[in-house]
């Protein structure tokens, strides 16, 4: 009976223990797995977090936030290949972001930047595509292993491989060329060679008419009766010329760089140029229409800026306020041949500063000599117009270009004549 008891008694513990045991094992798991599934729970939000950081960095349109590194990716390892500057704005390719992310895709560079670098950008990167029209020399740079490359004067890209390209524009100290979908300067002593290259058979212009306006007057109007002035239609027909022959509208400075032979022109290039600046609000529709360009030499103390304001229309100097006649002697006596020198530098400074600093200038009357000369290059112009009658060509003097005058009797022949 006792052992029957005993046995009871220890069937009755081993119950316990097993049932204490299968509580504390059921216990331990569910705690692992609430602590599990707690670690999961924990993980996935911290990789939302970091989806939704990483996103906070993304636009298709992006801005660099800091000078920072760009890298290359090979073997699924992203190495260092360069460098970008603060500021630049980029194009990102979209991509599907996950907590994985860490770098985004340059596309014009085809080369990846991290994603803590950069931001969403308020502006699209706009790039000045002009020199596309520009024929590229015949030779080839060979870069060194490290290029430094520039726009406007500021460090862009600092690249760690060789470059091999056309060159596009020279200068003293370097080059510009074609790179990744811009016009970029790169210094001399970051390339190794210059080699001879057929970039382009086109014919290159071995000189270039500039054309002189005055003033423009629509139809209806008979106010305007010199020689100088220019019905709509006639203007309407010699720019339908230049847009059926595809001619290059260019701008003071891409004129001045032919000149120094540090751009080649395609055969048919032109600056047109309107002197004053009355009635030149009504070139504006016309220039827009066709989509050409054109330079206005305006007298600044007589008509405000904003009167013409076009992407299609530069505005550069007539003086501020010198187109006053019969102060010197000679011709019409334009007072830059021989008034008081600071009275001329003040007068062309302030032109210039009303006009954001342009470099060009037109002599009032077509008049100069070398006072006026002088006085104008002191003022901060790097290059003057004329008249002439005869097209500008490779090496004249920057501060005597000459120009072909446009009257109201010209006929489309004569002016297909001085054009051509």
């Not at 001879?196 to 305007?224: M, Q, R």
């Not at 077509?366 to 003022?379: G, L, R, S, T």
């Amino acid at each position: 009976m006792k052992k029957k008891r005993r046995l009871k008694k220890t069937v009755l513990i081993i119950i316990v223990v097993l049932a204490i045991a299968g509580i504390s094992l059921s216990l331990f798991y569910f705690f692992k797995v609430k602590k599990e599934e707690e670690a999961k729970r924990q993980l996935k939000e911290e990789r939302e977090k970091l989806v939704e950081k990483i996103n906070k960095h993304f636009a298709e349109v992006a801005k660099i936030d800091k000078d920072t590194a760009l890298y290359e990716k090979k073997d699924n390892e992203y190495l260092k290949i360069g460098e970008i500057t603060k500021d630049e704005i980029v194009n990102l390719e979209k991509e599907n972001i996950t907590y994985k992310t860490k770098y985004f895709l340059i596309k014009d560079l085809n080369l990846y930047i991290s994603y803590e670098d950069v931001s969403k950008s308020e502006n699209n990167k706009v790039v000045d595509l002009r020199y596309k029209n520009y024929l590229p020399y015949n030779l080839n740079i060979n870069s060194k292993d490290e290029v430094h490359l520039y726009r406007d004067g500021k460090l862009v890209y600092k690249i760690n491989k060789k470059i091999e390209t056309p060159i596009i524009r020279r200068e003293d100290n370097g080059y510009y060329i074609e790179y990744l979908g811009e016009l970029l300067y790169i210094p001399k002593e970051d390339v190794l060679e210059v080699v001879d290259a057929n970039n382009t058979d086109k014919e290159e212009a071995s000189s270039v008419p500039v054309t002189c306006y005055h003033f423009i007057y629509l139809e209806g109007d008979t106010s305007c009766n010199e020689s100088i002035c220019h019905h709509e239609n006639q203007i309407k027909e010699e720019f339908q010329y230049l847009k059926d022959n595809n001619y290059f509208t260019l701008t003071t400075t891409e004129l001045r760089l032919f000149i120094e032979d540090k751009i080649r022109l395609p055969k048919n290039s032109i600056l047109i140029t309107i002197d004053d600046g009355a009635r030149a609000e009504n070139f504006i529709p016309l220039l827009e229409s066709y989509e050409i360009n054109a330079t206005l030499f305006l007298i600044s103390s007589w008509y405000p800026t904003e009167k013409f304001a076009s992407s299609y229309m530069e505005i550069a100097s007539h003086t501020h306020n010198l187109h006053t006649p019969g102060v010197c002697p000679g011709g019409q006596g334009s007072p830059l041949k021989c008034a008081d020198k600071n009275e001329l530098l003040n007068d062309l400074r302030q032109s210039r500063e009303t006009l954001n600093g342009t470099e060009a200038l037109c002599f009032p009357f077509y008049e100069f000599n070398d006072y006026a000369i002088d006085v104008v290059k002191e003022a901060g112009f790097k290059m003057a117009f004329i008249g002439g009658m005869r097209k500008a060509t490779k090496g004249i003097d920057l501060y005597k270009i000459p120009r072909l005058s446009i009257h109201s009797d010209t006929s489309l022949n004569t002016y297909i004549s001085y054009v051509s």
